[in-house]
């Protein structure tokens, strides 16, 4: 899994309750030491003082994201991203924003060999917060290059969910390139009858339409494989030849009909070129799926021979950092100044997360 730094803040936010604000600091207090269970509830005990605090919904996600529970985290930090908007703080906003794609891609990562799919959305939505994010703050860098690596991790699963549907089913790849050489053998066996019976000019008109009736019955066969062939994207080629074959042979059948063999026999001629190109479309499309399947092989033992390498490729996210000292300094500055300040107005308090 990939080591990511989750964005720390430094804030003035007014809190309305005073109980509300020693519970944040109580929370980053546990936060700090690793006591991340603690730091939840004092989060979550602050919102049900103050439920529109941007500060303990944004904290929340933070905690839930160092115990790992990216998906919950992305939750806290949608809802910390709200209230922020409702509050009219585009800088606490913005890097919500930014914990949210840090919170999505992570996500993706533990999703990934489970769900593909589910990955690629997550990547896809991280991207966007990271945008939404820029949006607000262009001089978040941390985003930019973020949002770089969500690109760049969504053309991979891209990859990697094509790769996987060309090799989803091979023994699909296998029956159908099996049916297409049984195809092709009852094809030269129809084409060898109808050429005998060139050489018997005497034979009934009942031989005849038996062999345009097997004709039909093979056109109905290369249409049907046709379809199959459909299903995968990458056997167009193949079901281009297949569709040809069909047409050949159905106009082979209508020659046999009106016994004009010579020109039946090309037909069929015709229609066994094309089932003998469809077969080697898909027999050359089944190489190329082993060759990149060995390739992504190769590829893996690569990355385990080398994993100091490999880590640097995938280019880990990039996130801002407070330290927990500093935040805990922060909160002792900002009561030194409060005592010094004369009159009884309140004055703002920095927080991290």
């Not at 908007?85 to 906003?93: G, H, N, T």
């Not at 969500?150 to 049916?179: C, G």
């Not at 199959?228 to 046999?256: G, R």
């Not at 009909?257 to 077969?279: C, I, K, N, P, T």
């Amino acid at each position: 899994m990939m080591r990511l730094c989750i964005i720390g803040l430094s804030l003035a936010v007014l809190l309305p309750a005073q109980s509300s604000r020693e519970l944040v600091t109580a929370g980053n207090e546990a936060y700090q030491a690793g006591e991340y269970e603690q730091a939840l509830d004092s989060y979550r005990l602050a919102q049900t003082v103050s439920p529109q605090d941007a500060v303990s919904k944004f904290n929340e996600g933070a905690a839930l994201y160092r115990q790992g529970e990216f998906d919950d985290a992305a939750d806290a930090f949608r809802s910390a991203t709200k209230a922020a908007k409702a509050a009219a703080d585009s800088r606490l906003e913005a890097k919500g924003l930014f914990n949210l794609g840090n919170a999505l891609l992570q996500n993706a990562e533990t999703s990934h060999g489970h769900d593909p799919q589910t990955a690629l959305n997550s990547v896809r939505q991280g991207a966007a917060a990271y945008r939404q994010a820029l949006g607000l703050d262009p001089q978040l860098t941390a985003a930019a290059e973020n949002l770089q690596i969500a690109r760049t991790r969504t053309r991979t699963l891209l990859k990697q969910q094509q790769q996987q549907q060309s090799q989803q089913n091979p023994s699909d790849s296998q029956d159908l390139q099996k049916e297409i050489e049984e195809q092709l053998e009852r094809q030269q066996e129809l084409s060898e009858d109808t050429q005998e019976e060139q050489s018997e000019p005497d034979e009934s008109e009942q031989n005849r339409q038996e062999q345009a009736d097997r004709q039909r019955e093979l056109q109905r066969e290369s249409e049907e494989l046709a379809e199959q062939a459909q299903q995968n994207p990458e056997q167009q080629p193949t079901q281009e030849q297949l569709e040809q074959a069909a047409a050949e042979q159905e106009q082979a059948a209508n020659q046999l009909e009106q016994g004009q063999m010579d020109e039946a026999s090309d037909s069929q001629q015709r229609a066994e070129d094309h089932l003998s190109q469809a077969l080697e479309q898909l027999q050359s499309q089944s190489k190329g799926s082993e060759g990149q399947q060995e390739q992504a092989e190769s590829a893996s033992q690569q990355e385990a021979a080398n994993p100091r390498q490999s880590q640097s490729q995938s280019q880990p996210l990039q996130a801002l950092e407070v330290s927990p000292e500093d935040i805990l300094d922060q909160e002792r500055s900002s009561r030194e100044r409060r005592n010094t300040l004369s009159g009884q107005q309140q004055q703002p308090v920095e927080k991290d997360w």
